[in-house]
């Protein structure tokens, strides 16, 4: 999977990343949205630009992860005996090529998402289907050891992604009615997010609910896949206001402040240093 991040900060240039070609669930830390192969990410530095994007449209990933789990209790469904049975056979014919990279939720992903396009006709469905297929590959595929062999791996893929594809018109139907005041409420938190010094992050155009932390969400992703980030540090501070960070990151607006106050005044000292020397010498 590849996963591209641009950070345009004030402070800080590109970030990129390059993943495994796998597909992942939603992180929690980024407000459960379902990530894929080949979403790009930019964080937009606050301003006009940014708020311009808090459109109903960019918020339909983060509702659809969000309605998913006030859906979940009146959507309970089981997987059907010949959906199962074909994907078992399928699974298990691909799990026995490589066992030892065999992945039960990266298989229940692909398979089920792969078919939201062909079951869903509007972008809000689309969502709402692959919320479901991440959340159910993630609850069956949990309960599934590592050491499992490709009978049991493919078992809980499968059911997982047959159970999805059961619950799915429940979903839509539940989550239909709730979008619009959903996406009022994401509304207000991204033009805050875009109000605020960091800006806010938007993936393939979908606004990112980060909570208010958009390092634990950037972090969690590069934790997640493994990878080394350009142009983005976290920077730490002290009580002083005396900051560090490993590639050009800034700390908080208060701090950076006081070094650029530190800096002026420091600045203003050696200039007035030259102007006294050439009227002595004058």
């Known amino acids: 999977m590849r996963l591209s991040f641009l950070l345009a900060t004030p402070i800080a240039a590109a970030l990129l990343f390059v993943a495994p070609q796998t597909a992942e669930a939603g992180i929690d830390a980024c407000g459960d949205i379902y990530i894929e192969a080949g979403v790009e990410c930019e964080v937009v530095p606050p301003g006009v630009t940014c708020e311009t994007q808090c459109t109903p449209i960019s918020f339909e990933a983060t509702c659809a992860a969000e ?8 959507c309970t469904g089981e997987a059907s005996v010949s959906c199962t049975g074909q994907c078992d056979t399928t699974c298990q014919a691909q799990c026995q090529v490589n066992p030892g990279s065999f992945d039960c939720a990266t298989y229940c992903s692909a398979d089920c998402t792969g078919s939201c396009d062909a079951q869903c006709n509007n972008s809000e469905c689309s969502a709402t289907c692959d919320a479901n297929c991440s959340a159910s590959c993630d609850t069956q ?10 009978m049991a791996s493919c078992s809980g893929s499968c059911e997982g992604s047959c159970t999805a594809e059961s619950t799915l018109d429940c979903h839509v139907s539940c989550s239909s009615s709730l979008y619009t005041d959903c996406k009022t409420r994401v509304q207000g938190g991204c033009e805050t997010d875009c109000q605020a010094m960091e800006g806010a992050l938007f993936c393939d155009g979908q606004y990112v609910d980060v909570s208010g932390d958009l390092d634990a969400c950037v972090n969690a992703l590069k934790s997640l896949f493994d990878i080394d980030v350009d142009g983005y540090a976290e920077a730490s501070c ?19 402040r006081t070094g650029t106050t530190t800096g002026l005044l420091l600045l203003f000292a050696i200039l007035f240093g030259v102007r006294q020397t050439r009227r002595r010498t004058e």
């Not at 309605?67 to 009146?74: A, E, H, K, N």
């Not at 595929?141 to 490709?150: G, I, T």
């Open 67 to 74: 309605l998913r789990v006030d859906c979940t209790g009146g």
């Open 141 to 150: 595929c949990n309960v599934v050891p590592a050491s499992a062999d490709c």
């Open 238 to 256: 002290d009580g002083n206001g005396n900051c560090s960070a490993s590639a050009g990151a800034s700390c908080s607006v208060g701090s950076g």
